[in-house]
């Protein structure tokens, strides 16, 4: 009759409900003989070495050659004896435990076949991965209902895979503690071997402690880890497993037994996220932003955690090192109150590959040790880049027929404009040295003169320097954060964006850069004026591989020729000099011994609390920002760098974000040939 009402679907008024049932169990038996589990997602560098790994679950999943004999012969020993003599499940046990429990769906204990247990812990483990504690109890409750629905499911597997197979799944599915699932993994965790090279004494801890890893912690619960494995190790000697020879075989279970544990001292637990791995205070910052690329770009957090993934990125960790050591130079990571963070973007007309993104501090959790746990160098930070914002303007008075690189200027000493009133008054602004009242657009761009853009921006139209400064990279820096640096709410509640802000309040000051922005939108746009004009998404990734080795197709923003390419290349040109002669990043360049090509600007805002420098070569594009990260952001000065409050003397672009661009590029650029800006078109010029 128990068998008749696990097998064959009811009928009368149960009939549906039995062939949802039955579609369930075809759907989980089959499941589980595709034996996918969740898997290890595996994080590479440009050159294929592992940067981080996401896991849920730490699984090293095994084909049945590879799993030791010993290991196979101590769970068959403890967990299942009959287990190549039954069908999936144990009829007298069950009867047995029915028959305790009666008819009314009370407890039931004990007759699981190691096939029911494959079955349990699937439900547990995949099905409910999500709320493990909750999947378990429920996939554990002793009631004759979920021993039949287990049953059920057991009896079709048999009828799918093979006994070896099931064998295997469930070795490679079972919980065995300390984040580990599975024997290839706890192998590796607590003995530091793989599991075809298990002994009788490790194998044996294994299957005690399967299934019962909290309260059987070889770490925490020592001796009752022992008397466990002991119990193991004599049901293998029952079961045959030492030999024929009983004297033979007593001898060698009891030399097994005096075995210690073996547990290795620091358990070899594979890293997690991105603060573990071995170089996580360094590359976090990268694999921060690349999870969050990740999201956007329609991979989800169960396929990250759980997927089995392998992420090709685009990070070179040759570069990561140069810039995070030329960040640290200038600012050291404990500094107070100060942090200096770079992005490195490689040009292209195809992909725009993120190669760098480091800080002055570490990646991580810890705040005494001046850690963040932020993607700094590439989220839009409330601080602005000062007067690289002039090359907006440049660029859309240039695209409006203004100016031209080699056409002069007016920069007189102070210049009121009516056209961006303060509280009903002419704004007036100064110039921070002396210039000359007229000099070329070119000049202008090295040496940075504020009248001068200002004046320029009135003629080209603020929205259109704004629309330059978007479609040249500053994306997210315009339209996705407020004001305050602040991701718009969906509902626009917190809104508008900068972008609209900036229009709406016709706030000249624009061109002065005091706003909110994003150190890799600044790199990437150094990376579009050097490609020509053609603006592509900066790119953490080149492929994400799924456990089967097919690429999944990501949804990536395609690349756009966002300026005409002789515009682009004539503003290159144009913001060549500002390494050279008086440009404002010329004693940074000279200091660092550069000499090849370069475009650059320098940026600082009114009261010094960030200073910003954008440059590239036609092989490399970068941004620096040196800033005041603290609760209470004052004036930076140099020489040490530090916090000044109230000094009048605070920090130049030239003199920390400059040096840390041109340090950390030298050592990029380090055996490559050099390569020429395009030339200027003359139309622009």
Not at 373 to 402: C, D, W, Y
Not at 409 to 436: C, E, M, R
Not at 598 to 615: D, R
């Amino acid at each position: 009759m128990l068998l008749a009402a696990m097998v064959f679907p009811f009928v009368g008024g149960l009939g549906l409900a039995s062939n949802r049932a039955a579609d369930t169990v075809d759907q989980t038996s089959g499941d589980l003989a595709k034996g996918e589990l969740p898997l290890v997602t595996t994080i590479q560098d440009m050159d294929g070495q592992a940067i981080a790994y996401l896991y849920d679950q730490y699984r090293i999943p095994l084909e049945t050659k590879d799993i030791a004999d010993t290991m196979k012969g101590a769970i068959l020993a403890i967990e299942d004896k009959r287990f190549y003599e039954h069908q999936g499940v144990d009829w007298q046990g069950i009867a047995r435990a029915a028959a305790k429990a009666g008819v009314d769906g009370g407890a039931t204990q004990g007759a699981s076949t190691l096939t029911q247990q494959y079955v349990k812990n699937y439900m547990a483990f995949v099905l409910g991965a999500d709320n493990e504690q909750e999947a378990w109890e429920k996939a554990t409750e002793a009631t004759v209902g979920r021993k039949m629905r287990e049953a059920r499911v057991a009896l079709q597997l048999e009828q799918q895979m093979s006994k070896d197979e099931i064998l295997t799944g469930y070795l490679n599915i079972v919980p065995l503690g300390n984040q580990t699932y599975g024997v290839g993994a706890a192998a590796k965790a607590y003995f530091n071997t793989t599991a075809d090279k298990l002994t009788v004494p490790q194998a044996a801890l294994l299957a005690a402690i399967a299934n019962r890893p909290s309260s059987l912690n070889p770490g925490a619960s020592p001796e009752k880890a022992l008397e466990r494995r002991n119990i193991v190790i004599d049901k293998m000697r029952e079961n045959g497993a030492f030999g024929s020879d009983e004297t033979e075989a007593k001898k060698k279970a009891e030399e097994f037994k005096a075995a210690p544990l073996g547990v290795v001292e620091d358990l070899q637990i594979l890293p997690k996220g991105c603060v573990g791995a071995g170089d996580g205070p360094i590359y976090g910052f990268f694999c921060s932003y690349l999870l969050d690329y990740l999201r956007d770009a329609g991979i989800t957090d169960k396929q990250l955690q759980r997927g089995g993934l392998t992420i090709k990125t685009t990070m070179d960790p040759k570069a990561t090192k140069a810039a995070k050591d030329a960040a640290e130079k200038q600012v050291p990571k404990t500094t107070n109150g100060v942090s200096n963070v770079m992005s490195v973007v490689q040009p292209g007309s195809d992909k725009h590959r993120v190669r760098a993104l480091v800080a002055s501090r570490d990646f991580g959790n810890n705040a005494e040790l001046g850690q963040v746990a932020r993607p700094v160098p590439a989220e839009v930070l409330p601080f602005g880049p000062g007067s690289v914002n002039k090359v907006f303007t440049a660029a859309a008075a240039m695209q409006r027929n203004i100016t031209g690189i080699d056409r002069k200027i007016k920069v007189p000493k102070t210049y009121a404009s009516k056209v961006y009133p303060n509280g009903g008054s002419a704004w007036q602004v100064k110039n921070s040295g002396d210039y000359a009242e007229e000099m070329t657009l070119t000049q202008a761009l090295a040496q940075s003169p504020n009248t001068g853009f200002v004046i320029l921006q009135e003629q080209a139209g603020l929205s259109n320097v704004v629309d330059m400064a978007y479609k040249l990279g500053m994306r997210d820096t315009l339209s996705a954060v407020n004001r305050g640096a602040e991701p718009l709410k969906a509902d626009g509640s917190n809104g508008p964006s900068q972008g609209d802000w900036t229009k709406q309040n016709n706030a000249g000051s624009y061109t002065l850069g005091p706003g909110a922005t994003s150190v890799l939108e600044l790199a990437n746009v150094a990376a579009t004026i050097v490609s020509s004009g053609t603006w592509c998404p900066p790119t953490p990734v080149e492929k994400v591989i799924d456990r089967y080795g097919k690429e999944i197709p990501l949804k990536e923003k395609p690349c756009e020729q966002a300026v005409e390419p002789d515009l682009a290349n004539t503003l290159a040109q144009g913001m060549s000099q500002d390494i050279h002669g008086s440009g404002t990043a010329a004693r940074a360049a000279q200091g660092s011994g550069w000499n090849r090509p370069a475009i650059g600007k320098t940026g600082t805002t009114e009261e010094s609390k960030s200073v910003a420098f954008l440059a590239a070569t036609p092989q490399y594009a970068g941004a620096v920002m040196t800033y005041a990260d603290g609760n209470n952001p004052q004036v930076i000065c140099a020489d040490p760098i530090r916090l000044c409050p109230g000094s009048r003397n605070g920090i130049f672009g030239g003199q920390s974000a400059a040096p840390t661009w041109f340090n950390a590029m030298k050592a990029i650029h380090e055996g490559l040939p050099v390569e020429q800006l395009k030339p200027a078109a003359a139309k622009y010029k």
